[in-house]
Nanobody
Framework: QVQLVESGGGLVQAGDSLTLSCAPS????????MAWFRQAPGKEREFVAR????????YYADSAKGRFTISKDNAENMLYLQMNSLKPEDTAVYYC???????????????WGQGTQVTVSS
């Protein structure tokens, strides 16, 4: 069974940067879109950013545009989310996910990691 393992979360101050990593357990995502979602306490899980594994096309939620960068390293089989200028409202559990569809919808994603907590203090 394919697993996605996130790492890199932590406690930072507003304005700081943080990079999240996601390691798929198998090289099976050649035709998949990989994405980052987040879920704050009491809120729905929401889309943050997406990248196609093969072509590297990216797409961002408005809340992430200009501050977050999604990237991948095919050779190392890793997915990243570079987050700059973090705000307290970015506090959430961040999940990486994989889907055979180019989508921003949670239910279109078949594989999920366990999540990593990001807390941004003011």
């Amino acid at each position: 069974q394919v697993q996605l393992v996130e790492s890199g979360g932590g406690l930072v101050q507003a304005g700081d940067s943080l990079t999240l990593s996601c390691a798929p357990s198998a090289r099976t995502f050649g035709r998949y879109a990989m994405a980052w979602f987040r879920q704050a306490p009491g809120k729905e899980r929401e889309f943050v950013a997406r990248i196609t594994w093969s072509g590297g096309r990216t797409y961002y939620a408005d809340s992430a545009k200009g501050r977050f960068t999604i990237s991948k390293d095919n050779a190392e089989n890793m997915l990243y989310l570079q987050m700059n200028s973090l705000k307290p409202e970015d506090t959430a559990v961040y999940y990486c996910a994989a889907s055979p569809r180019l989508s921003t919808v949670v239910t279109d994603y078949d594989y999920w990691g366990q999540g990593t907590q990001v807390t941004v203090s003011s």
